[in-house]
């Protein structure tokens, strides 16, 4: 019998993994409705949904293996990190969804978000004050008005899957809907400039580079009390605080 291994879990989710099938179990609904709503539109490689009973997906294990992960190495050649970019660009470039996604919030509200949570972590004593008006000040970039595409909205590299050359499918669409494109492309390469490259030409359109900074910072600055708070370490070497301390 397989054995079951845990792949994340914290108070708001889990996913268990037991041989070739993921469970994953959500306290929010709304999340697996919209997972498994997304899987559907998306025209890249998704899973196969197996069964949705709320509050449980099952879905089937994508072949071959991630490009990486945060705070770890990265792998595959850049052909591979390339056409990783221009699936993506399919991504964006497919009829929008109904609903916005984690990348659409409007300027107004993730303007409050970010300028609250960069108090928030001035006050509490979890970052310099000066790291966070640096990254605050490049984060500026991010907040402009966008075009809405059809966006993943938590494009971590962990949620990408490669065999060689080929991506095999991407997980973890509990965040799409539309959004700012720029925010796929820097959650994707977030820790991994050395191939920002290989992603935009594989994309195939020039993009503003000075956003794609912005949303690393603005990023790192929202997550860093969430990922503390649920057991996680920001603070790994590679990981969001070193994405931070990168501008000073």
């Known amino acids: 019998m397989d054995e079951v291994e845990v792949v994340v879990a914290h108070s708001e989710r889990a996913t268990l993994r037991v041989g070739d099938v993921f469970l994953k179990v959500d306290a929010d609904q709304a999340r697996i409705d ?19 009973k709320p509050p449980a997906l099952a879905i089937a294990a994508l072949p071959g293996t991630t490009l990486g992960r945060l705070g770890g190495p990265s792998t595959g050649s850049p052909a591979a990190w390339a056409a990783a970019g221009a699936t993506i660009r399919k991504l964006h470039d497919a009829p929008l969804p109904s609903r916005p996604g ?19 972590l001035v006050t509490s004593g979890t970052l310099p004050a000066d790291l966070v008006t640096r990254n605050r000040q490049v984060a500026e970039a991010a907040l402009r008005p966008w075009t809405p595409a059809f966006t993943h909205g938590d494009l971590q590299i962990a949620h990408v899957f490669v065999d060689g050359d080929e991506v095999t499918g991407i997980i973890d669409w509990s965040e799409a809907g539309q959004g700012d494109a720029l925010y796929d492309l820097a959650t994707f390469t977030l820790g991994h400039e050395e191939h920002l490259d290989d992603v935009i030409a594989g994309y195939g359109i020039d993009v503003d580079l000075d956003v794609i ?22 603070f790994a070497p590679g990981c969001e605080v070193d994405v931070l301390e990168a501008w000073m």
């Open 213 to 234: 900074y912005a949303w690393w910072s603005l990023r790192s600055l929202l997550a860093v009390r969430w990922l503390i708070e649920h057991g996680f370490d920001p």
């Open 34 to 52: 919209v997972e498994v709503e997304a899987m559907s539109l998306a025209p890249v490689p998704t899973p196969e949904v197996l069964w949705h």
């Open 102 to 120: 984690r990348a659409g919030r409007s300027i107004a509200a993730l303007t409050a978000e970010l300028d609250e949570e960069c108090e928030l």
